[in-house]
């Protein structure tokens, strides 16, 4: 490596035990570690584990920034569907990075904080004039269905079997 003028950075270079699933490390946006197979040990008692990625936390708070930065409680009176249009390619092109991994359980989370902003939004615009029971009909669905906002969840590709 000194041959190339590349050295190891003492604070990010350490050795992680995948043995066993013990602990894991976070390498370009992801977190890697092995788990064990739920399926396998249920029928053969047998200990199989399988190295998973998901998005580290890092990666995970970053994109929830980048929502908050899409969102602010300042944009209620603007077109739902302008804040929407300027928020599906952040959520496009994050979910396109991370969708061959195992990362159901973070896009899950990450559409729900999705929803919640947005839900936000509409009941700091209807203000004092929120009807009772009117906040429960901004569903995700409503979102989704009816604004156009991309969800996450089901986007998950795997790779074939090599």
């Not at 952040?90 to 919640?116: I, P, S």
């Not at 929120?130 to 569903?139: F, H, S, V």
Request: aromatic residues 10%; contains cysteine.
């Amino acid at each position: 490596m000194t041959r190339l003028g590349l050295e190891l950075h003492p604070d990010k270079t350490r050795k992680a035990d995948l043995s066993s699933g013990k602990e894991g490390f976070d390498f370009l946006g992801c977190h890697l570690r092995k788990r064990m197979s739920g399926p396998i040990w249920e029928r053969t008692r047998k200990r199989v584990y399988f190295l998973q990625r998901w998005p580290a936390a890092r990666a995970m708070k970053r994109i929830r920034q980048r929502v908050r930065d899409l969102t602010p409680r300042s944009r209620c009176h603007a077109d739902l569907r302008d804040v929407i249009a300027q928020l599906n390619p952040v959520l496009r092109g994050w979910g396109q990075y991370f969708r061959t991994g195992n990362a159901d359980v973070k896009f899950n989370r990450l559409d729900e904080y999705v929803h919640r902003r947005l839900r936000a939004l509409r009941v700091k615009r209807a203000g004092s004039k929120l009807k009772a029971g009117q906040a429960e009909r901004w569903t995700r669905d409503y979102f989704v269905k009816g604004l156009g906002l991309h969800r996450l969840r089901g986007t998950i590709r795997y790779p074939e079997a090599a």
